[in-house]
């Protein structure tokens, strides 16, 4: 079963976006991985869970919350 995944990360130079990257593609099962630098989000699709990329993230020195908790965030503020 596929599950997507997106998150907001903090991609604030190619060095963090290169970080990234590596850590996400050694999670097994992914089937496919976008980071989109414009919005600070990274979207996995394949059999995992949210935690389980937000470990891998985690792992690397790198900040990652839901990305649903954000768009929710936003909401409330207007």
Known sequence: ???VVELK????CDECIKKIL?????????????VDTQLNKVTVTGN???????KVI???????????DQ???LQQQF
Do not use: F
């Open 71 to 73: 768009e929710g965030q």
């Open 48 to 54: 995992v869970t949210t935690e389980q990329v937000i």
């Open 9 to 12: 990360v903090g991609l604030h």
């Open 58 to 68: 985690h792992k690397i020195g790198k900040t990652a919350t839901n990305w649903d």
């Open 1 to 3: 079963m596929s599950n």
């Open 22 to 34: 590596k850590a996400i593609k050694k999670i097994k099962d992914i089937e496919t991985y976008n």
